[in-house]
């Protein structure tokens, strides 16, 4: 059974940084996509960055150029370097297996001054 553990969340000023880690249990780590999402409360979950298993990965608008995605197939661990962290990015992320459809359990992430 695979699972999915963030850590690396907490509370920061705006323009601090943050980085988030993804650890994969498992041997299908390999075979799927992962993504990074973000749910504020009351809103519906974002897709932050998708991680392909070989080639570019993407952001969402709103983080393009602060945020940097990683994916480490030996360590089997995705990471996401969150910098010039703005208010606006305070919510809870979660990383994804893409293919497989599971979830971490969630790393809150707030920004506030």
């Known amino acids: 059974q695979v699972q999915l553990v963030e850590s690396g969340g907490g509370s920061v000023k705006p323009g601090e940084s943050l980085k988030l880690s993804c650890a994969a249990s498992?041997?299908?780590?390999?075979?799927?996509?992962m993504d990074w999402y973000r749910q504020v409360a009351g809103k519906e979950r974002e897709l932050v960055a998708h991680?392909?298993?070989?080639?570019?990965?993407t952001y969402t608008d709103s983080v393009r150029g602060r945020f940097t995605a990683f994916r480490d197939n030996v360590k089997l661990t995705v990471t996401l370097q969150m910098n010039s962290l703005k208010p606006e990015d305070t919510a809870v992320y979660y990383c994804?297996?893409?293919?497989?459809?599971?979830w971490g359990q969630g790393t809150q992430v707030t920004v506030a001054s």
């Open positions: 994804n297996a893409a293919q497989l459809d599971i």
């Open positions: 991680i392909p298993k070989f080639g570019l990965i």
């Open positions: 498992g041997h299908i780590f390999g075979k799927t996509d």
